[in-house]
């Protein structure tokens, strides 16, 4: 028995499209409360991974867990039931609701609300709904979109876009959030305030695994981090140890276009 | 008996064949459901019927000045109705639904201008063949066999259009990726109406075959398109070699079926298989998975 | 505002019977029941998000379920009436989960083959519904609670009373939790299920919704026509509730309603004989989707955007505008 079980097991995951193995035998665990980062150059199978283990594509091999709970082979909406959320490449939202709207989906989606006694308007629901009033105030607090509550979703400015996203995945009440480039489409100076976001919500005993292109922005926000090549994981480790991996500079410098 | 009932089968399957190829071809390069084409087919009968009665041509001739004269009015309404739709239908589910409300609305309108032009009262249209041939107890009329040969001139043509010409290559080209298509420079909406017409002119060929063997009248487009749908989504939307297999296998199973198990229910049983493939395998016998 | 609006139209209802002869008694009804028939295609519409050819189907099923029931095993009409609406929101949950998971055309494609096959077992069936011949002689309601429906007037009142309890109804509904996600399985199914929304669930309990409203026209129809025979539940009449559905405005609750006002009223005004119609119908159905995607209803909001902003400005540029938009 291990004193500090990791939250996430991801045991010798594979996965084949036609005859292309786009992960490869990659096993990884994220440890309770970390920021773990994923990175690798283009084509290495992160972004699969994440996939895999948030249900979006099914394995063709291995195993994930979920506090030592078996989650393979789940539909995506059980596996967010169990606590993990996860964002989208280039980010994914709503866009004809509203910014509220968009963060109350998320919460009624999760909420243990009955059919007749919201259709009836019964007093329990409209507590719950007022409830989750607060708490979608709450969370555009916390992602810093409050003066923009009212927008609809589609205009707003991509960063906040971003913001959104997170703010979507933060109404599920992970335990386990999964970012998918957080950090893509943002200047510096965006990038820097999601990146201190991103360590806010950890304080908030949210354990984060995230996928990233931008490799300053990953050196500066994670505590480990697990390098893919060509679907398979080549290193693991601090970023002051990955910096200094030889394999991982070979990787990079290989597709250097690319990144 | 049973080698009876696989000619009556062969005939009426090269019928359907013929009706989903068109139908196929539409939905491949353009991504469109066309409601309207059952309509394209009763016109082309009363194009030909209207050919004939004026000019006194024989059907053989007037069939392809009918063909040509389909082949323009699908091109027109293409251009008229559906290209403002088409951008958003790639990408949409909403453009999607738009386009089938368009081709709907085409439905209606085409079947109503036949009842005006034409009245509902039934036609005929001889098609000048008559005799038959008897292979063994087989007893099949010149005529039907006039039907099978057509649908295989037409089969063969296509099959050179697509193969053989610059615009066939470029039509499968987008059939199988818009993207790359548009990103080399193909001019995709003129392909597009290319197909509209290379589709009506099939639907006019089936729509007149389909007349001289029962009767040219307003109503009889609807029958041969809820074929096609049942066709094309047992050969795989959008595949030319399903349309004729899936055509001829409905035309032997409907016949089979109507003669072995229940006339009444022939139809009952196409529709229960095709649900059962569409299920089973969702893209088609012979289509490729999204 | 709305509230007095809303009962104005419901004395205005209300009065209309006693006003008006017997024939416009009936054109109101038809309007009522097509209403309903709409509003169903519209809840399919603009909350799956899915076109339903096999709505007709629904509507046939309960129809004759509920008729055959009254006339072949003297069923009281109002114990009928539930075993047919749970008898055909039991097959739309069948036919939802089993065709649901399909994608755009193959969808629209497999529901309109479960039409024909609904349509052509109606036609065939002969011992049971009658065949092509159809069945005849279908009585009104029988009276309840000392209420009875054998006048013009009374069986007006019912579609009324129907068509204003499905509107209450489910204008709770798509503000309830299910409407909501509704909506978020009709905007992003992939986003909709990685927030925890059960997609297929929600699409099923769309179409078992939109199958009951159209179940309950159908219980009306069977009544007020006195006739129900399978050439009533082609391909078109499904597409004559898109088509009202889509011209009121889709997505909303008053669009159907309007839509169907609309599409039994023009008709009359003009005198079209019954060849126009549908022609009408096509032509309506292009306009609308090419011009005006969010219908009567979106046109309203463009005309009242041009006169508040004309207000402002002096008359002749707001002629103008007027003309251009």
Request: hydrophobic share 55%; glycine share 12%; aromatic share 8%.
């Amino acid at each position: 028995m291990q004193a500090d079980p990791p939250i996430l097991t991801v045991e010798r995951i594979s996965k084949q499209f036609g005859g292309v193995r786009a992960v490869n035998d990659v096993s990884l665990e994220v440890r309770q409360g970390e920021i773990l980062g994923l990175i690798g150059p283009n084509g290495a199978g992160k972004t699969t991974t994440f996939n895999l283990v948030s249900g979006r594509f099914s394995l063709t091999s291995g195993e994930v867990r979920l506090f030592g709970r078996r989650i393979t082979g789940l539909r995506p909406d059980r596996i967010a039931g169990l606590g993990i959320a996860r964002t989208f490449q280039g980010t994914r939202i709503f866009p004809k609701l509203s910014v509220t709207g968009n963060i109350e989906t998320a919460l009624l989606a999760g909420s243990r609300l009955g059919f007749w006694e919201d259709w009836l308007g019964l007093a329990r629901a409209r507590a719950v709904r007022k409830s989750i009033g607060g708490e979608v105030a709450r969370i555009l607090d916390f992602v810093g979109l409050s003066e923009h509550a009212d927008s609809e979703a589609g205009s707003l400015a991509y960063a906040h876009q971003s913001l959104l996203g997170i703010g979507l995945a933060l109404a599920l009440k992970p335990k386990l959030l999964l970012l998918d480039e957080p950090f893509a489409g943002m200047n510096p100076r965006e990038t820097a305030e999601a990146a201190r976001m991103v360590r806010r919500i950890r304080e908030t005993g949210v354990t984060v695994l995230l996928v990233e292109h931008d490799m300053a922005a990953v050196m500066g926000v994670c505590d480990r981090i697990v390098v893919l090549d060509q679907g398979q994981k080549i290193a693991e480790g601090t970023p002051a140890e990955i910096r200094a991996n030889q394999r991982v500079i070979e990787a990079y410098l290989g597709t250097d276009d690319d990144a | 008996m049973l080698a009876q009932q696989l000619a009556n089968g062969l005939v009426l399957g090269s019928i359907y064949a013929l009706s989903a190829l068109g139908f196929t071809l539409i939905f491949g390069a353009a991504r469109v459901v066309n409601f309207a084409y059952g309509e394209l087919l009763m016109l082309g009968a009363f194009f030909t019927l209207t050919v004939m009665t004026y000019s006194g041509l024989p059907f053989f001739v007037a069939l392809p000045v009918a063909m040509v004269g389909v082949a323009l009015l699908s091109v027109v309404l293409f251009l008229l109705t559906l290209r403002p739709l088409l951008r958003g239908a790639y990408t949409s589910l909403h453009g999607e639904l738009q386009v089938i409300l368009v081709t709907l609305g085409l439905l209606y309108i085409l079947r109503e201008a036949a009842i005006i032009i034409w009245g509902t009262a039934p036609r005929q249209m001889d098609m000048g063949v008559t005799g038959i041939q008897m292979v063994g107890d087989v007893v099949m009329t010149n005529q039907r066999l006039v039907v099978i040969a057509i649908m295989a001139m037409l089969v063969v043509g296509l099959y050179w259009l697509l193969y053989r010409t610059r615009i066939g290559k470029a039509l499968r080209a987008i059939a199988q990726n818009r993207e790359g298509a548009l990103a080399i420079g193909l001019n995709t909406d003129r392909v597009i109406a290319f197909v509209f017409a290379v589709s009506g002119a099939m639907a006019c060929a089936a729509g007149s075959l389909l007349g001289t063997l029962y009767a040219v009248e307003p109503n009889m487009g609807g029958a041969p398109l809820l074929k096609a749908f049942v066709i094309v989504i047992f050969g795989g939307l959008g595949s030319v070699p399903g349309a004729i297999v899936g055509g001829l296998a409905i035309g032997l199973i409907e016949n089979l079926a109507g003669a072995y198990i229940s006339f009444a229910f022939k139809d009952v049983f196409t529709f229960i298989l095709l649900i059962a493939v569409l299920l089973l395998r969702p893209a088609g016998l012979f289509g490729r998975a999204q | 505002m709305r509230e007095l609006a809303i009962a104005v139209l419901a004395a205005v209802m209300i009065a209309a019977p006693f006003m008006l002869g017997d024939y416009q008694t009936y054109l109101l009804t038809l309007t009522l029941i097509w209403a309903i028939l709409a509003l169903s295609m519209g809840l399919v519409l603009g909350f799956v998000g899915q076109i339903n050819l096999g709505q007709a189907a629904f509507v046939a099923i309960c129809a004759y379920t509920c008729a055959i029931l009254r006339q072949r095993y003297g069923v009281d009409f109002w114990l009928a009436a539930p075993v047919a609406l749970a008898a055909v929101v039991s097959i739309a949950a069948l036919v939802g989960l089993l065709t649901l998971r399909l994608k755009g055309p193959f969808f629209i494609l497999v529901m309109l083959a479960f039409a024909e096959i609904t349509r052509l077992v109606i036609a065939n069936w002969q011992d049971v519904t009658n065949g092509p011949l159809g069945l005849k002689g279908i009585m009104p309601p029988e009276p309840i609670l000392g209420l009875s429906f054998d006048t013009k007037r009374s069986f007006y009142f019912l579609a009324l009373v129907v068509l204003a309890v499905c509107l209450l109804a489910l204008w709770r509904l798509i503000r309830s939790r299910t409407g909501r996600m509704l909506v978020a399985v009709r905007e992003d199914e992939l986003l909709s299920e990685f927030i925890g929304i059960p997609v297929m669930r929600n699409k099923v309990i769309g179409l078992c919704i939109g199958a009951f409203v159209a179940g309950l026209g159908g219980l009306l129809l069977g009544p007020f026509l006195t006739i129900l025979a399978p050439s009533q539940f082609t391909l078109f009449a499904s597409v004559d509730m898109i088509v009202m559905a889509v011209v009121g405005g889709v997505g909303t609750l008053v669009g159907p309603v309007l839509g169907a006002i609309f599409l039994v009223y023009v008709p009359e005004f003009l005198s079209f004989t019954s060849h126009y119609r549908p022609a009408m119908m096509g032509a309506l159905l292009i306009i609308v989707t090419l011009v005006a995607p969010r219908g009567l209803l979106g046109l309203a909001d463009v005309a009242r955007g041009l006169l508040a902003r004309g207000f402002g400005k002096p008359r002749r540029e707001s002629g103008e505008r007027g003309r251009a938009g």
